[in-house]
């Protein structure tokens, strides 16, 4: 018999009336059955939530202790939670530890954030006729905050948005992806575990057109944090008016090898990066631009690193590459590299697809207006592309829609600083790839990759309200 996993509201397990299958994304075999929410858990959820805020508020310190312990947690469970997400997602089983212990490193950040909300003094008195006034500026939570998660590192990303959320005082009703669905019971039940008092999360599962509409519109929910497509984004932003959303949305990074860089480094980086998660990532690099001059050098260099790639069984620990979220995936993914080709792309290695296992695959002569050019891939292909000068790369990187992160590999600091002030991204990364998140970093895009920031420190501003508090004395 199938494990179950139920709605997780107001403290309590809750069933519902209608079930669906998650699948192991390496074999195609059932996880486990899931309950969908409908408008009624979504109505209870909210409720729960905005309750939970306004009966029982929980100080900045008690808030500090539980995430602290949740992110302790973590950790005695990770084995089970790795586990987890290799089978729930495809990710290989050295990935998803290394997940596991960055999801634990941000629950603690954000426990830490707890202790430091803070406002300034306002010098009122500096103004004419206020004398006899004192100012300053508290944070206060803004309430309910809605958190939706997509399946590509799922853990993680989930505590980007929970954590600071339930720092910050919030109360949480939390969707994550529908294709990784156990995972986000199981950080509800570590939460519950380290003393969360209930309603003060609550999970829902069920489809986008269904559960995410029904939350777009409940006027209750004064935050939203959103990680997926930008098509979504954009239609959650237009639905939920002037509440504050933040919205982390696609990108097709660039990254940029000067003919100056250390080689080595920077293939070793960007293939490896390239392919990390079978390529879904957000950051995943994708177009690497290459000074002529070691234009070959480098495409020999990363088609034999590639050759000596494993793919396989994610939980085999020698597997470099699972495979991709779905079959129907991979076939997308497949059809924009045929696509390439008949444009007259070229494939130095991979392009051949087995179920939802695509090969590692590298393109160059590839086009602007190729799909692998143009729009996310989001799976495990990047293309190479000469370049001359340093204005023709930052020309060639800035021309996109996108702008998340971009990687930049030189040893002068001129280029480097070029790069820094030019590129119309949210983070330029100096000597490594697109790829590179440390948690505690702002985190955010810019153009059609999404608007604010995450890390926990950053995006608490935005999760509390700031008050201006006048004394007249």
Not at 152 to 161: F, G, I, Q
Not at 253 to 260: G, R
Not at 449 to 464: D, L
């Amino acid at each position: 018999m199938l494990p179950e996993y139920r709605l997780f509201i107001n403290g309590e397990w809750v069933a519902t009336e209608q079930k669906d299958i998650v699948i192991n994304k390496a074999t195609s075999e059932p996880l486990g059955e899931y309950y969908l929410a409908g408008l009624v858990e979504v109505e209870a959820a909210v409720t729960a939530a905005l309750n939970a805020f306004r009966r029982e508020k929980i100080d900045p310190y008690r808030r500090y202790e539980i995430l602290k312990r949740a992110s302790e947690l973590l950790l005695e469970r990770r084995e089970d939670l790795a586990l987890t997400i290799s089978q729930e997602v495809g990710k290989t089983l050295k990935e998803a530890r290394g997940e596991v212990s960055r999801a634990s490193q941000t629950l603690l950040l954000s426990a830490e954030e707890a202790k430091r909300l803070q406002g300034e003094i306002v010098p009122i008195e500096g103004s004419p006729g206020n004398a006899n006034r004192r100012a300053w500026t508290v944070r206060v939570p803004r309430g309910v905050v809605c958190a939706i998660t997509p399946f590509n590192a799922p853990l993680n990303l989930s505590c980007h948005k929970i954590g600071p959320a339930l720092a910050a005082g919030n109360a949480v009703v939390y969707k994550p992806a529908s294709a990784t669905p156990i995972i986000g019971a199981k950080l509800c039940q570590v939460l519950a575990d380290a003393g969360l008092p209930a309603g003060y999360l609550n999970m829902i599962l069920g489809s986008g057109a269904v559960v995410g509409d029904a939350l777009a519109k409940d006027e209750r929910i004064s935050f939203y944090s959103f990680t997926g497509s930008p098509e979504v984004g954009l239609r959650l932003k237009n639905s939920v008016g002037f509440r504050p959303v933040t919205l982390e949305l696609g990108s097709n990074s660039p990254n940029i090898v000067h003919s100056d860089a250390d080689l080595s480094l920077a293939v070793e980086a960007c293939t490896r990066s390239a392919f990390a998660n079978a390529g879904q990532l957000c950051i995943s690099v994708q177009r690497v631009y290459v000074q002529r001059r070691v234009y070959d050098e480098f495409c020999r260099r990363a088609v034999a690193l590639t050759r000596t790639l494993k793919m396989g069984n994610p939980l085999d620990t020698d597997t470099d590459i699972g495979p991709m979220i779905s079959e129907a995936e991979a076939r997308r993914a497949e059809s924009w590299i045929e696509e390439a080709v008949a444009g007259g792309a070229r494939v130095l290695v991979g392009g051949q697809r087995r179920g939802a296992w695509l090969e590692p695959t590298i393109l160059t002569d590839v086009t602007p207006p190729m799909k692998v050019c143009t729009q996310e891939i989001f799976a495990p292909v990047f293309s190479i592309i000469p370049y001359d000068t340093i204005d023709e790369a930052i020309a060639m990187a800035n021309d996109s829609r996108y702008g998340i992160q971009a990687g930049v590999f030189t040893n002068s600091l001129d280029v480097a600083t070029r790069c820094a002030l030019e590129l119309e991204y949210g983070s330029v990364i100096i000597n490594d790839v697109s790829t590179f998140r440390a948690d505690l970093m702002p985190y955010g895009g810019v153009k059609e990759s999404g608007t604010g920031k995450e890390g926990p420190r950053y995006v608490i501003r935005e999760m509390t309200e700031e008050k201006l508090v006048v004394l007249r004395i």
